[in-house]
């Protein structure tokens, strides 16, 4: 906390109220609210990040399966039992659970019900991508197709090209793809996530938030050096990395709407514009985050990333130094 009393918040639906209100009912079992508001949601971009916060909720119950039975063939519930389905297999996967396999295989079902019952959906096709990561020696033909051009890597090519026809340069769906990317055992240094990361945010228009993708793997690069034990650490302030982050700053954060800005890009830029000792730019995007921020990337400039109070600290040190340069401008 700050002299001012300022302490961030952490709320998977951001600035987003009707969310919020969606989530709160949905954490005691009901599911009306969730399908009202996904029934006015108004672009691709903001179904995309309303049914992956409302399906990592709703993976711990039943909800969605109560939904179904007042609603059969609605493509509504054919797109959250994908998402739920595959939100159940990834924690599996994380936690080497024995039921991995079993639910890899009734979500990739799920991904392909939906695929048809809603067949313009970005969505079970980001799923698709979510699930490739499963598939951690590429045995999967789908898995190991060609690239789109050099320098890229043998991947999931043909599901993101499904997802780009629907919703172009879908955000979940290229950060789906960077993780295929971190996990891939031909680059343990990261050359093919930084290929990525500079051939996505080079192709995407202005105001994409593919834009911010560089700054993400510039952390996750500083994340397995263990930077934060050098004794002096220039990461952050290297002709590239200045020049990512006021790229972002001026290709993504001035030109997209604010109802646009998803919470961990808003923090990834700030850190790096803080780490670029970019204070003053950096200022205006803390101001965007008002009350709310995400630990990552914070947390990776502490020694033990687990430690949340520590990553809030370095948020408030951040800020505060931010805020007070534009202060004095």
């Given at each position: 906390?700050?002299?001012?009393?300022?302490?961030?918040?952490?709320?998977?639906?951001?600035?987003?109220?009707?969310?919020?209100?969606?989530?709160?009912?949905?954490?005691?079992?009901?599911?009306?609210?969730?399908?009202?508001?996904?029934?006015?949601?108004?672009?691709?971009?903001?179904?995309?990040?309303?049914?992956?916060?409302?399906?990592?909720?709703?993976?711990?119950?039943?909800?969605?399966?109560?939904?179904?039975?007042?609603?059969?063939?609605?493509?509504?519930?054919?797109?959250?039992?994908?998402?739920?389905?595959?939100?159940?297999?990834?924690?599996?996967?994380?936690?080497?659970?024995?039921?991995?396999?079993?639910?890899?295989?009734?979500?990739?079902?799920?991904?392909?019900?939906?695929?048809?019952?809603?067949?313009?959906?970005?969505?079970?096709?980001?799923?698709?991508?979510?699930?490739?990561?499963?598939?951690?020696?590429?045995?999967?033909?789908?898995?190991?197709?060609?690239?789109?051009?050099?320098m890229l890597f043998p991947g999931p090519w043909g599901l993101l090209a499904q997802a780009d026809r629907r919703d172009p340069h879908n955000r979940e769906a290229y950060q789906r793809m960077l993780q295929f990317a971190y996990g891939r055992?031909?680059?343990?240094?990261?050359?093919?996530a930084v290929d990525f990361s500079q051939w996505a945010s080079t192709s995407a228009p202005a105001g994409s938030p593919l834009k911010v993708m560089p700054l993400q793997v510039r952390v996750e690069r500083y994340r397995r050096v263990n930077?934060?034990?050098?004794?002096?650490?220039?990461?952050?302030?290297?002709?590239?990395?200045?020049?990512?982050?006021?790229?972002?700053?001026?290709?993504?954060?001035?030109?997209?709407?604010?109802?646009?800005?998803?919470?961990?890009?808003?923090?990834?830029?700030?850190?790096?514009?803080?780490?670029?000792?970019?204070?003053?730019?950096?200022?205006?995007?803390?101001?965007?985050?008002?009350?709310?921020?995400?630990?990552?990337?914070?947390?990776?400039?502490?020694?033990?990333?687990?430690?949340?109070?520590?990553?809030?600290?370095?948020?408030?040190?951040?800020?505060?130094?931010?805020?007070?340069?534009?202060?004095?401008?």
């Amino acid at each position: 906390m700050t002299q001012d009393g300022f302490r961030p918040l952490y709320h998977p639906a951001g600035h987003d109220e009707e969310l919020r209100a969606a989530l709160q009912d949905l954490r005691t079992g009901r599911w009306v609210a969730m399908r009202d508001l996904l029934d006015a949601t108004p672009d691709w971009a903001l179904w995309t990040q309303r049914t992956q916060v409302l399906a990592a909720v709703a993976a711990g119950s039943d909800t969605v399966r109560a939904w179904q039975v007042e609603e059969p063939g609605s493509p509504l519930v054919a797109v959250m039992l994908c998402r739920v389905a595959v939100e159940r297999a990834l924690r599996a996967h994380r936690e080497r659970h024995h039921r991995t396999q079993e639910l890899w295989f009734a979500a990739w079902e799920a991904c392909r019900v939906a695929a048809q019952t809603a067949p313009a959906d970005p969505v079970p096709w980001v799923c698709l991508l979510a699930l490739s990561r499963l598939d951690e020696r590429q045995q999967l033909d789908e898995h190991r197709a060609a690239p789109p051009g050099p320098m890229l890597f043998p991947g999931p090519w043909g599901l993101l090209a499904q997802a780009d026809r629907r919703d172009p340069h879908n955000r979940e769906a290229y950060q789906r793809m960077l993780q295929f990317a971190y996990g891939r055992r031909a680059s343990p240094r990261l050359s093919e996530a930084v290929d990525f990361s500079q051939w996505a945010s080079t192709s995407a228009p202005a105001g994409s938030p593919l834009k911010v993708m560089p700054l993400q793997v510039r952390v996750e690069r500083y994340r397995r050096v263990n930077g934060q034990e050098r004794a002096l650490d220039l990461h952050w302030v290297t002709e590239d990395a200045v020049r990512d982050a006021r790229r972002a700053l001026h290709d993504w954060f001035d030109l997209a709407p604010a109802r646009t800005r998803a919470l961990p890009d808003l923090c990834h830029l700030a850190h790096a514009l803080w780490g670029a000792q970019l204070f003053t730019e950096a200022a205006r995007v803390f101001e965007a985050l008002g009350p709310y921020y995400t630990t990552q990337p914070w947390c990776f400039r502490t020694r033990d990333a687990g430690d949340t109070e520590l990553a809030e600290e370095v948020f408030l040190r951040a800020r505060s130094r931010c805020l007070a340069a534009a202060r004095r401008e």
